[in-house]
């Protein structure tokens, strides 16, 4: 998707400036406002309110709401406060007060936002200023629960890259060595009559025929069968995903699913066992039995060994990000900071899936021996599981396109629920299905990246962004359930990736001090001395943290990167100058290519 210009804008941010603020290419100023917007933006209302700020008391401004954020800057600060959010962060909108309410700054709006913000506006009784307000946030913040399209569909900035060409299943599949004598391509689920929550393409064992797949998709939860993410270049031994079995209270067995396990482990080469690895705690896969789920016996897969790695559901890792934000938004309380941090147990989830990730990793690459991984459904934990152990084992997924590729293939591909525990355009903000589940993978990686900061190519803004639009509604590229929902949407047609926008602009999302290095597994320590508070995105909001300033060399080498652009730009107008001279001019001795030659070697 060509473009001639890049947009420069950060859509998430809270900014304090003392003056006029000129925005990169890519947002506008209207004419006679002083409200940023992107192409297919449009304003919808505005209105005088008091920003109730919890670093430095009121704040009075306007706000203006557009399709796409809310929008407020102070008209007596110095300097001017502006705050900056895109609808798609509001999880909640309560009204404040009524008629009868009588302090100061009683009546108004509550926001409560997924990006661990809180917003207060207080607003005039006269006029039904609020009841306007609330209506149109109402229906712009949600648009699903009204029947509208999210902004991503009236996006209309233009790129440099297409972000949508990041992934090509096939193409990722032939970079792992696959198809095989032992492995093959299937396009059974090429509709999705199949699994509607499994990507169309997948790999499974040689010797098994599609018969035998939807023999062991009955057997499966949601029918996702066992199928290969990924295989080890030199142990040849996979790692494979899938949803439980319906074993049931009665210990149902199905000699089809039993078999293809035996399958998949034949098709290691070795003569080990298969390992499956159970993300969820014991006791609550026993109890899934009652609901007709369960795990795999001893009794009926006597080739296999199975472990649990004792990892929460998504209704403790929702309360216990609610318990995290309690504690770092608005204020946080340094007397108590480290019991209070320990009693979240955010960082003690976050190490159980570390070290989860650690074990499939370690039992493919030095046990040589192929690994099942699956929770309840294989959408949350199996997806954390898989994608990092990846991570840890393959260095092409520790590069920014690697990355992205991981994102799209284990998260997006294979069926995370991303509008379910987000809750995209949805008003329900108690929906039991909403969870944090993306954003510990993130969290995860990041501290991956502490732990080995020249092992991956991007920077910790490049997971901010991805943090960022996973909420923002820009972009297609986290809406929906399943990529068959996806493509019954024409998201790819109709929307942007947000890879688009991150490709475009590389330097800003390049780790400066990155080494490459093929085949090197890392493998972080998940322990709770090594693991800490990613501050710069939790507490990222209150000003009075101080957050990580950028390194000097890293300042540097950005710097340097503008200077090298901007010389490359002046060499290019160079070359076309030079070209038109010496097309007006047959005397001329000097070609182009000698031209910008000369010009290099003095660079």
Same mark, same amino acid.
């Given at each position: ?400 396109? @690697? !990355? +992205?590729?991981?994102? $799209? ?6 069926? =995370?629920?991303?509008?379910? &525990?987000? %809750? ?30 020249? @092992? !991956? +190519?991007?920077?910790? $803004? ?6 960022? =639009?996973?909420?923002?509604? &820009?972009? %297609? ?127």
């Amino acid at each position: 998707m060509a473009s001639s210009s890049t947009p420069k804008y950060n859509s998430n941010s809270l900014e304090s400036s003392s003056g006029k603020r000129t925005l990169k290419d890519g947002t506008n100023w209207e004419q006679n406002e002083e409200i940023p917007r992107l192409p297919g933006e449009t304003r919808v209302t505005d209105k005088d309110v008091i920003y109730m700020c919890p670093f430095n008391g009121p704040v009075k401004g306007r706000v203006y709401i557009t399709n796409y954020r809310l929008y407020l800057r102070s008209v007596e600060n110095d300097p001017v406060v502006v705050l900056n959010v895109p609808l798609g962060v509001i999880s909640r909108i309560e009204k404040m007060g009524g008629a009868s309410s009588r302090g100061e700054n009683s009546y108004g709006l509550d926001i409560t936002c997924k990006d661990m913000r809180n917003l207060r506006f207080a607003l005039k009784q006269e006029g039904h200023s609020r009841r306007d307000i609330f209506e149109v946030l109402t229906k712009y913040a949600f648009p699903q629960s009204h029947n509208l399209l999210f902004f991503a569909f009236a996006n209309e900035e233009k790129f440099s890259e297409n972000g949508w060409m990041v992934y090509n299943p096939m193409s990722e599949y032939r970079r792992q060595g696959l198809p095989n004598d032992r492995w093959r391509v299937t396009f059974i689920n090429e509709h999705y009559g199949l699994c509607d929550t499994y990507p169309s393409l997948l790999v499974v064992p040689y010797n098994a025929t599609d018969d035998d797949l939807k023999k062991v998709a009955a057997f499966r939860s949601r029918n996702r069968i066992p199928v290969l993410s990924w295989i080890h270049p030199e142990t040849q031994a996979v790692i494979m995903r899938c949803s439980q079995p319906l074993v049931g209270m009665s210990g149902k067995r199905n000699k089809d699913d039993e078999r293809y396990l035996d399958i998949i482990r034949e098709a290691n080469g070795q003569i080990s066992k298969l390992t499956i690895y159970d993300a969820r705690p014991n006791v609550n896969a026993v109890a899934n039995k009652a609901t007709g789920g369960g795990y795999e016996s001893e009794d009926a897969y006597p080739n296999a060994e199975l472990f649990f790695l004792d990892i929460h559901n998504i209704h403790v890792m929702r309360e216990s990000l609610k318990k995290l934000k309690d504690i770092v938004y608005p204020n946080v309380e340094e007397s108590h900071w480290l019991s209070s941090l320990e009693s979240t147990h955010w960082l003690e989830h976050i190490k159980l899936v570390l070290t989860g990730a650690i074990q499939v990793a370690d039992k493919v690459s030095s046990g040589r021996s192929s690994v099942l991984v699956h929770c309840s459904d294989g959408w949350d934990r199996t997806a954390q599981l898989t994608s990092l152990a990846m991570l840890m084992l393959d260095s092409y997924y520790r590069t920014i396109e @690697g !990355f +992205e590729v991981l994102v $799209q293939k284990e998260w997006i591909s294979f069926g =995370h629920k991303f509008a379910s &525990r987000i %809750g995209h355009g949805d008003k329900n903000h108690a929906d039991a299905d909403r969870s944090p589940i993306f954003l510990q993978f993130i969290d995860c990686v990041w501290q991956m990246s502490k732990q080995f900061p020249t @092992g !991956f +190519e991007f920077n910790e $803004q490049f997971l901010i962004t991805i943090l960022d =639009h996973l909420y923002s509604c &820009r972009f %297609g590229t986290f809406l929906y359930n399943s990529e068959f929902l996806r493509e019954k949407e024409k998201v790819t047609e109709k929307t942007l990736s947000l890879w688009s926008l991150i490709n475009s602009e590389k330097p800003k999302y390049t780790n400066p001090f990155y080494t490459k290095e093929l085949n090197r597994a890392l493998y972080p320590v998940a322990s709770m001395r090594h693991l800490e508070l990613w501050v710069n995105y939790y507490i990222r909001w209150n000003p009075r943290i101080r957050q990580q300033q950028p390194n000097p060399v890293e300042q540097r080498y950005m710097e340097l990167l503008a200077l090298r652009d901007d010389y490359i730009r002046r060499l290019e107008e160079l070359q076309i100058t030079s070209n038109a001279k010496i097309s007006n001019s047959s005397a001329s001795s000097a070609s182009p290519s000698q031209m910008v030659s000369h010009l290099q070697t003095h660079f």
